[in-house]
């Protein structure tokens, strides 16, 4: 897979599903950190993957400290709207890992403090927006991210 998408506690339904949908037709892997505020076998959840789901099954985890455990990454990065670094601003590589926080919270403070600056990325937005919706985020970072490797599904 080219990229690995994590979400942290995602919350919505349609929004894991649209993800799944993206990683499926971008060659991504998803991982989800548990808890869920959600099943996986959600009406909403299932219209919105369509039937993705059994191209390729999100990777769980019990925690964030079990993914890392787990995954093995070169580069992990953050994505929050309490970043500074632009994501256009960084050349990414096949395999980054992109972090994602709850649509309702974002990534923790905590989170964000155990990484540094040029790890965490932000979407440039009008000044006083809150944030995009979670799955239009996600696609924005993986589309620039495989625009940069030509599109390649490794």
Known sequence: ???HIVLL????????????RLCANTGCTLHLIKP?????SDKQMRR???????????????????FTQTHKTN???LCSTKATTRYTDMTYLPGDTFVFGPETRGLPEALLAQ???N???VLPMVENSRSLNLANAVSVFIF???????????
Request: net charge negative; glycine share 4%; aromatic share 16%.
């Open 1 to 3: 897979m080219s990229f």
């Open 36 to 40: 869920l505020g959600f099943s996986l």
């Open 119 to 121: 790890q965490k990325l």
């Open 144 to 154: 620039e991210a495989w625009r940069q490797i030509d599109f390649k599904v490794l």
């Open 115 to 117: 990484y540094p600056d």
């Open 48 to 66: 919105a993957n369509l039937d993705y789901q059994l191209i390729q099954a999100p990777q769980i985890y019990e925690s964030f400290s079990s």
């Open 9 to 20: 506690e995602p919350e919505i339904p349609p929004n894991t599903g649209n993800i799944m």
């Open 75 to 77: 580069r992990l990065f």
